[in-house]
C-alpha cells in the first residue's frame, strides 16, 4: 500500500503528513506495510528541505522531517500510488487536471475523508507560528483516523 500526500510547495503541509503518518505507522507496528511519500503542485522548491517552520513545529511534537527532499508530483503518481490525498481544494482540482485518465490511485481530500468540520489544511507560508501548530493540530487527528483505515485495508 502507498499513500502520497500533495500540497502546493511540499515543504510545508504535504512533508509534515508524511513525517506525521510515518511516526504513526511505526508506533502501530506498520511500517513495512505502508509506504507514505509527499509532493507538490509546484515545482519552487523542488530538491529543498521542509521549510524550517514545519521542522521546528514538528520536531517539538516528536517528528523528524529532516531527511525529506521536496518534489513534484508526475502523471506516473497516479499509476504507482493507492492513495493521494490533497490538503486542499486547489491541490485537488491541480491534481485532476494533470489526471491521465487512468491508474489507480484514490484521489481525494485529505481531510474530507476524517474531519467533519474542516475539508482543507489550510496554507501556512505566510503565515505566523499560530498557522504551523494549526496544520500539525489538523494533521494528527487526521492521522490517527487515517491509520484505522489503512489497517483495514492491507
Ligand atoms: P505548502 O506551503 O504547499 O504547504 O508546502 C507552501 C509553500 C511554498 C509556497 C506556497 C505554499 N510558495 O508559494 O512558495
Redesign the pocket.
Known amino acids: 500500500m502507498e499513500v502520497l500526500f500533495v500540497?502546493?510547495?511540499?515543504?510545508?503541509?504535504?512533508?509534515t503528513a508524511e513525517g506525521v503518518l510515518r511516526h504513526k505507522l511505526r508506533e502501530a507496528g506498520l511500517a513495512g506495510q505502508v509506504e507514505v511519500s509527499s509532493a507538490?503542485t509546484?515545482e519552487?522548491?523542488v530538491g529543498n528541505p521542509p521549510?524550517p517552520r514545519s521542522q521546528r513545529a514538528a520536531s517539538v511534537r516528536g517528528y523528524d522531517l529532516s531527511a525529506q527532499r521536496a518534489q513534484q508530483v508526475s502523471r506516473a503518481d497516479f499509476a504507482r500510488y493507492d492513495l493521494i490525498l490533497a490538503?486542499d481544494h486547489s491541490n485537488l482540482r491541480n491534481l485532476k487536471a494533470l489526471h491521465p485518465g487512468q491508474g489507480k490511485a484514490e484521489l481525494d481530500l485529505f481531510l474530507r475523508r476524517f474531519d467533519a468540520e474542516v475539508d482543507e489544511v489550510p496554507?501556512?507560508?505566510y503565515e505566523g507560528e499560530q498557522g504551523f501548530e494549526r496544520v500539525l493540530d489538523l494533521i494528527e487527528r487526521a492521522c490517527d483516523l487515517l491509520v484505522i483505515e489503512l489497517k483495514g485495508r492491507l
Open positions: 500540497c502546493l510547495g511540499n515543504i510545508c503541509r504535504s512533508p507538490g509546484g519552487w522548491h521549510d490538503m496554507d501556512p507560508y
